[in-house]
């Protein structure tokens, strides 16, 4: 290819690209996309009534649950020291452990948020405050980021209730004298 080609062939795709540019400017002058605030046809009220009855048999459905008091009750902690398998590349169970990646949870239950001594803790888990209650302790396995957002703990939390008051029930053998369970 010789220069004078070379700048044909340069002028072309130049050419194309402009002409794209202005097809898409006067597209954009002749098109304008509003979103209206509002639904221009609504699809029957009945549809948004049945919405709000789905939310309320969901909501219905929740109430119906066993409650964590009642998990908890149930709480194998056999199967919770398997699960606890998962934390224990980081936490140590023991009494009189040592601190890995995560702070000794011997006796987590009912301690104060970031008790753990000598341990450093975050600041977002430090400002939590507080004592670890089977509640909070439910929701912090949960999802540990959701619970307290900047917390150190890597871990993206256990999904299934049931499975979480397993370890929990474990959690509370670790314990010299753990609290009472929540009564409901
Ligand atoms: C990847 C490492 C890692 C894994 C896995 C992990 N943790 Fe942690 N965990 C941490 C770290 C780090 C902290 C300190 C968090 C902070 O300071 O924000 C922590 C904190 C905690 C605390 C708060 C302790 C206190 O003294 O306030 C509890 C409770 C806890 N972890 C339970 C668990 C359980 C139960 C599991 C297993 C299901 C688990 N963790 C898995 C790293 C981990």
Known sequence: MNMYEFNKFLGAILGSALLLMVVNIIGDALVHPTIPAKAAIAIGDGAEEDAKEEAKAEDAKED???????????????????????CKACHSFDKGGKHKVGPVLYGVVGRGMGGGTNFKYSSALMDKGGAWSYADLDAFLANPKGFIPGTKMAFKGIKKQTDRANLIAFMRQQHDSPPALPAE
């Open 64 to 86: 119906t649950g066993p409650g964590l008091a009642a998990l908890l009750a149930a709480g194998d902690a056999g199967k919770g020291a398997k699960a606890a398998k998962k």
